[in-house]
């Protein structure tokens, strides 16, 4: 997408470009992990394109890209919010504002220079010479500019620990002078593994195991029960504010609503009280496969965590497990609570988290839940009623809501 106005490439004059206009800035984009996977590294950049132009699509600018890196041209006054949108973008390891020149040593020089002076007490300079034609070798030339800058600044050379790195990379096409990396999130691009279903409830841990599959590149569908009229409308807003949180991280996320009651009071009536968590969540992983099976979705998400409660010890995850063939990705299954709040802080979910809105998990909470489940007896139990008449209604009647990426989280509650 090239949505360059006037067709003011910023380059395009350089070779008149006198040095008081040497803001010729762009983006560059060093790829994430995608860089090690040889065999799908064009797969991986192109998507990457594409998060980032469907990210940009109210900007003008134009993206130009090869093996190693990306290039966005904007205006400089769209470069500040075009970055902290490139911070949210999962793919990306690290981002810096380039000044792109003509491979002329003088104006190397002046730009290194004016980029750092007055700035920092120490420097180092770390040339690459991609343009094997440029007659200097890189460490001569780290020496040609670190002597052009120590003559004219105050700064000092420190190659162990500098204030600021200058870095030149002498490139077929130009030369690109940055210092400043700022970290990416790192990851693959969203949907390079296609899609899954993520369990979503309004807690803590599972916005956060939904971005953690995000990070790796799953795209998410979200599946959330609710059990009306014991569940509030607060409490399925909440759901939806999560959801548009880590949507930001993603792009058009779906929120698949099943009305839970008829199950969870049929479950209530039918089963002994100590197992039934056991059964509601063996009907929860049913009706999630049948989601994934209707929406072709490959795996099924949740933010279960080890040990964390009853229904979550490693026999209670066989017993419930043992409803599906689907893989289960349990991203937070290993982390302690401390590690997940700390995530959820730096996602900004956790606020929301913890409002108080009660959830179907814990509306027909027994006393004594059951740690060790047994599978036989789960079964008699739950054949006490017709469940499979009552799955197939709750997801007939699925509620679907869509987000888009200009939606605010703001918009719900
Ligand atoms: P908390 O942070 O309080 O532990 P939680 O959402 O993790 O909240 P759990 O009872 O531990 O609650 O549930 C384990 C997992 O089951 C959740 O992480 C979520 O993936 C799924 N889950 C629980 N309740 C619901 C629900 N109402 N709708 C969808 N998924 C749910
Ligand atoms: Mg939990």
């Known amino acids: 997408m090239v949505n360059i106005k006037n067709n003011i490439c910023f380059f395009s004059n350089l070779k008149y470009n006198i040095f008081g206009d040497f803001m010729n800035e762009l983006i560059m984009i060093k790829y994430g992990e995608l860089t090690t996977k040889k065999a799908n590294r064009k797969v991986f950049i192109n998507l990457l394109e594409k998060n980032i132009n469907n990210l940009l699509k109210d900007f003008e600018y134009k993206i130009t890209k090869d093996r190693v890196r990306m290039y966005i041209e904007c205006s400089s006054s769209d470069l500040d919010s075009i970055i902290s949108k490139l911070k949210k973008v999962f793919g990306i390891h690290g981002i810096v504002v380039a000044h792109k020149i003509e491979t002329d040593v003088e104006l190397i020089k002046k730009t290194c220079l004016e980029l750092v002076k007055n700035k920092y007490s120490t420097f180092k300079v770390n040339t690459k010479r991609a343009d094997k034609n440029f007659e200097i070798h890189s460490m001569d030339f780290n020496n040609v500019i670190g002597g052009y800058i120590l003559k004219n600044s105050d700064m000092k050379v420190d190659v162990h620990n500098p204030e600021v ?10 030369t690109y002078i940055y210092t400043n990396e700022i970290a990416g999130l790192g990851g693959y691009p969203v949907g390079i593994q296609g899609k899954g279903l993520l369990m979503l409830s309004g807690g803590i841990d599972s916005p956060v195991a939904g971005y953690l599959a995000i990070k790796r590149g799953v795209d998410l569908e ?15 807003e909440k759901v939806l504010k999560l959801a548009s949180i880590i949507n930001e991280y993603s792009g058009n996320i779906k929120v698949n609503i099943i ?25 929860m992983y049913r009706i999630a496969e049948e989601v994934c099976a209707r929406k072709k979705l490959k795996v099924i998400i949740n ?22 063939n689907l893989p289960v990705i349990r ?49 008699t139990y739950e054949n006490s009623f017709d469940y499979r008449e009552l799955i197939n209604e709750a997801i007939d ?13 703001n918009d719900y509650l």
Do not use: W
Not at 305 to 323: E, F, K
């Open 165 to 174: 790195l200058i870095n030149i990379e002498i490139r077929v096409d130009g």
């Open 222 to 236: 979200c599946l959330y029960f609710e059990s009306p009229p014991h569940t509030s409308v607060q409490a399925k």
């Open 259 to 283: 009305p839970f009651t008829k199950i969870q009071e049929a479950i209530y009536k039918n089963c002994p009280d100590s197992y039934i968590i056991t059964i509601m969540r063996r009907m």
């Open 303 to 324: 933010g279960e965590s080890i040990g964390q409660v009853a229904s979550q010890t490693l026999t209670s995850m066989r017993v419930i497990n043992s409803v599906t």
């Open 331 to 379: 991203p937070v299954a290993c982390m302690d609570k401390l590690e997940i709040i700390d995530i959820a802080n730096k996602i900004n979910t956790y606020e929301t988290s913890i409002l108080p809105y009660e959830d179907c998990c814990t509306i027909f909470l027994p006393k004594h839940p059951v740690i060790n489940p047994d599978l036989e007896k789960s079964i």
């Open 397 to 409: 009647n699925m509620e679907v809501v869509s987000l888009n990426k200009e939606e605010k989280y």
